[in-house]
């Protein structure tokens, strides 16, 4: 994992961005780089995509390195996160961001299926929030913001194990803003709705066009829209926000 120190410009701050290969965590790593952040991008198993992006952000300015890890994975992550600490020496932003779906109606949904989504969704952020909770304590400062999705807040047929999960970062993010506010450490959620990447590429024409009809802005956004609303939590410009659920459905969840 390791490949030696970075020299970086320790005046800017450092992002941790999971699921940062590719679709909304590989647009938000661009943005948070645009900013100004430094990025560590974490990934599960594509590494060309993921050393892709490592090079965009280099032509960004911004000071990079991919990890790969396993979010459910308690040793992966921790193992990664003391990592990232020892290369970039902090992180002030964690965006987690990395999430799998399953899906399938529930009389047929498989108890596998159900265990991976909230295992990776859900499990997933708890662990990598935990290791870096330390670090955010003594720096008495940080952003988390965890991503959910529009399924956690109005359900969706054939999608219970992935609305559970994204169901569950919500209360989780809550939980997480009320303990660490003291310490000046904000967390918030993004709830996406339907973004065009490899997540919703494979859903047909029609379900496509069904979700367009129930968007009240009448289509689906591409992953900046997510980015930007990401990179605005993670600005001093969102200090005072912490413990919010953010939509950014076009609509769909008002
Ligand atoms: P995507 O294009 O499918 O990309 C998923 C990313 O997560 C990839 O970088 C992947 O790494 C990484 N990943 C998957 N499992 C992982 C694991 N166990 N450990 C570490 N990394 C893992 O997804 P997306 O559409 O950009 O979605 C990003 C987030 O937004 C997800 O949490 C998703 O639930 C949420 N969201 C998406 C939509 C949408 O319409 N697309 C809507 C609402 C919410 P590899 O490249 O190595 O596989």
New binding site residues.
């Given amino acids: 994992m390791s490949e030696g120190a970075l020299e970086r410009d320790t005046s800017r701050r450092v992002a941790l961005v ?8 590989r647009e938000t790593a661009l943005a948070l780089a645009t900013d100004g952040y430094d990025v560590a991008i ?5 590494a060309e ?2 050393q892709a992006v490592v090079d965009e952000l280099g032509d960004l300015g911004a000071c990079a390195r991919a990890y790969r ?4 994975n308690a040793e992966e992550v921790d193992a990664c996160v003391k990592q990232v600490l020892a290369d970039f020496g902090s992180v002030w932003t964690l965006v987690n ?5 399953a899906d399938g109606l529930l009389l047929r949904m498989s108890e596998d299926d159900f265990d991976r989504v909230i295992k ?2 859900l499990k ?1 952020t708890f662990l990598m929030t935990k290791a870096l909770t330390r670090q955010f304590m003594r720096q008495r400062g940080g952003h988390i913001i965890n ?5 956690g807040v109005m359900g969706n047929a054939g999608q219970a194990n992935y609305a559970a999960s ?1 169901a569950g970062v919500i209360g989780f993010t809550k939980s997480v803003a009320r303990e660490l506010a003291g310490r000046g450490v904000t967390a918030n959620v993004v709830a ?4 065009r ?4 590429a494979k859903l047909s024409d029609s379900i496509i066009a069904s979700y367009e009809g129930q968007i009240p802005l009448g289509r689906l956004c591409d ?1 900046d829209a997510i980015a930007n609303a990401i990179a605005f939590l993670a600005s001093d410009a969102a200090d005072y926000i912490t413990g919010v659920v953010l939509p950014v459905d076009g609509g769909m969840s008002m």
Wanted: contains cysteine; positive net charge.
């Fill in positions: 999971t699921g940062g290969s590719r679709g909304i965590g974490v990934y599960a198993g594509n995509r993921a890890c396993d979010v459910s961001n990395a999430g799998v779906t990776v969704n997933g991503v959910s999705s529009v399924v994204k996406p709705g339907f973004v990447t490899d997540m919703t992953p």
